[in-house]
């Protein structure tokens, strides 16, 4: 069977990564457009460098938990493809073969001229340092008002998946909010999250619970 799964910052929660929008969300002391925009990234490159790379150093101390680790288990029986917004690895380190990053991936940078150059953002990477033809980098994220490169891809394996989990996202971001919207009108959705943004139906299972409980069961009924 072919399952899409989009997954959120809910799904990282009980890795002890914040989520964006819970009280004391990951943008403490920062206003959002400060350091992830553009513009902010202009106005101060080393505000946003050492907010980055403050994020990128709490990533070493985390670890995937059982959310993660059963999705990656569904891999064994079915076709899928994990669409995330999250831009940690926990996915890729709890066994995940097939992802898309839709809003980038907190572990690599890229050229600000030329996108398609990325590299591993290496312990020993300042990313003050310029890259050859002397082009400033910056980290691989997708900031708000960017475009999202991904997102054809992510639709087009909604649009074939017999059935799509959800975890851990509040659905308030586009385009990624907008990707259910893509899914076959026989394909099941299942909805994992304590605070769930959407009801139950014929074709929605709802998990109102935490996703290292939720996920694991969604996986079983599955497999
Ligand atoms: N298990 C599952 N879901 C959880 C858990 C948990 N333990 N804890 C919180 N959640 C849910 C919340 O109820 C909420 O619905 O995770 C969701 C997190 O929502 P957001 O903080 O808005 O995160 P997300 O939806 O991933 O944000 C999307 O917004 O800021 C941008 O680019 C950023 O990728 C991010 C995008």
């Known amino acids: 069977m072919k399952i899409a799964v989009l997954t959120g910052a809910g799904v990282s929660a009980e890795s002890g990564i914040k989520t964006f929008r819970d009280s004391d969300g990951l943008w403490e002391g920062h206003d ?11 106005r101060n490159p080393k505000v946003v460098l050492d907010f980055y790379n403050q994020r990128r150093k709490q990533l070493l101390t985390v670890k995937p938990n059982a959310a993660h680790f059963a999705l990656a288990d569904l891999e064994k ?4 493809t994990i669409i995330t917004q999250n831009v940690d690895d926990l996915h890729e380190r709890a066994g995940s073969t097939n992802l898309i990053h839709l809003h980038g991936e907190l572990l690599k940078v890229r050229s600000t001229f030329d996108e398609d150059l990325i590299l591993d953002w290496k312990e020993d990477l300042n990313l ?15 900031w708000f008002g960017e475009m999202v490169p991904m997102i054809e891809v992510a639709a087009d394996v909604v649009a074939r998946a017999d059935a799509v989990i959800i975890v ?27 605070k769930p943004s959407i009801s139950e139906s014929k074709r929605i299972t709802v998990f109102a619970e935490k996703a290292s409980i939720g996920v694991p069961k969604v996986v079983e009924l599955l497999k």
Not at 77 to 80: E, G, L, Q
Not at 177 to 192: E, S
């Open 77 to 80: 029986n079915h076709d899928v």
């Open 168 to 194: 851990g996202t509040s659905m308030q971001v586009y385009p990624a909010a907008g990707l259910v919207q893509y899914a076959k009108p026989d394909a099941h959705i299942y909805f994992v999250d304590p």
């Open 128 to 142: 003050g340092d310029f890259c050859e033809n002397n082009h400033q980098l910056r980290p691989h994220i997708v």
């Open 32 to 42: 959002v457009m400060e350091v992830a925009s553009p513009e902010g990234f202009e």
